[in-house]
């Protein structure tokens, strides 16, 4: 069955809802077949894959190189295009042209943006058009330099009532679901009851409706230290470079390709 954000949004309330990130069709097709229902193209590809310090430098160029790959991974999950820094902040009429590229050129079948209240006319014109939202607050990495690093984010009862009202704009102007980053947990609960619209946390404690991991986090792939909010359901660093060492040694000694491996 295919996952529309129709049928995202109807979860709330009946069952958690689990999404990854996904780089490519490889990694799409297992996430897919694992039954995931959501699928993200986070721009963490640019740390995670790309090898960028930050999310900044992403361009809409590679976001659709990557969203068209995932794209063609998957089958029945939900493919949620993240917006890339500068690709919509400008003007509403940049957001609809970008949003719209997602859709018509990578097929996928809904976009994230960045921000809370100050996108609510921008979410509302793109919904209107056809393009289903998922908005982000608490922790939004595009904004690292302004926020002086990746912290948790509404620790004061003054950003918790913002933030607490940013979730609100946001459903409010049409989105069919919002990630929460990075908050305390009392206070990803306390949105998540406020809210009809499905709530998934990184970094935002168990009362969210769902939760969202990056796929080299969960697989432990990077061999760099994770945050605290990652769960690593293996630890395959150190599996693929074990692997690559004894392929190496294998052709330096002559001891591949063997007889079986030969025509
Ligand atoms: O880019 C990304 O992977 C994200 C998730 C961490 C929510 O935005």
Redesign the pocket.
């Known amino acids: 069955m295919k996952w529309t954000a129709a049928k995202i949004k109807a979860l709330k309330g009946q069952r958690k809802i689990a999404m990854v ?1 996904a780089y490519d069709a490889l990694t799409a097709a297992l996430v897919d077949d694992a039954g995931i229902p959501t699928i ?1 193209v ?4 640019g740390m995670t894959v790309l090898g960028y310090e930050t ?1 900044l430098p992403v361009s809409m160029e590679e976001m659709l190189h990557h969203a068209s790959a995932v794209a063609r991974g998957t089958r029945n999950a939900l493919v949620i295009a ?1 917006m890339p820094f500068m690709s919509y902040q400008p003007s509403v009429a940049l957001a609809l042209e970008n949003a719209g590229r997602f859709l018509k050129e990578a097929h996928a079948d809904a976009v ?1 943006l960045e921000g809370g209240a100050m996108r609510g006319e921008m979410i509302e014109a793109l919904v209107k058009n056809g393009i289903p939202v998922v908005g ?1 607050i608490g922790l939004t ?1 595009q904004s690292v330099k302004e926020m002086g690093g990746y912290r948790v984010q509404g620790k004061t009862p003054e950003q918790a009532r913002q933030l607490m009202d940013d979730a609100m704009a946001v459903e409010q102007a049409g989105a069919f679901a919002i ?1 929460l ?1 990075c908050v305390p947990a009392e206070l990803g609960e306390m949105i998540s009851n406020a809210l009809t619209i499905p709530t998934i946390g ?1 970094g935002a404690g168990a009362g969210c409706d769902g939760q ?1 991991l ?1 796929f080299t986090d969960l697989l432990g792939m990077s061999g760099k230290p994770a945050p605290r909010f990652v769960k690593k359901y293996a630890t395959l660093h150190p599996l693929i470079a074990e692997a690559l060492s004894a392929y190496r040694s294998d052709v330096e000694d002559g001891s591949f390709p063997s007889e079986e491996h030969t025509y």
Do not use: A, F, N, Q
């Open positions: 990130t993200l986070g721009d963490s590809l999310t993240d994230k982000h990495p990630v980053e990184i969202v990056v």
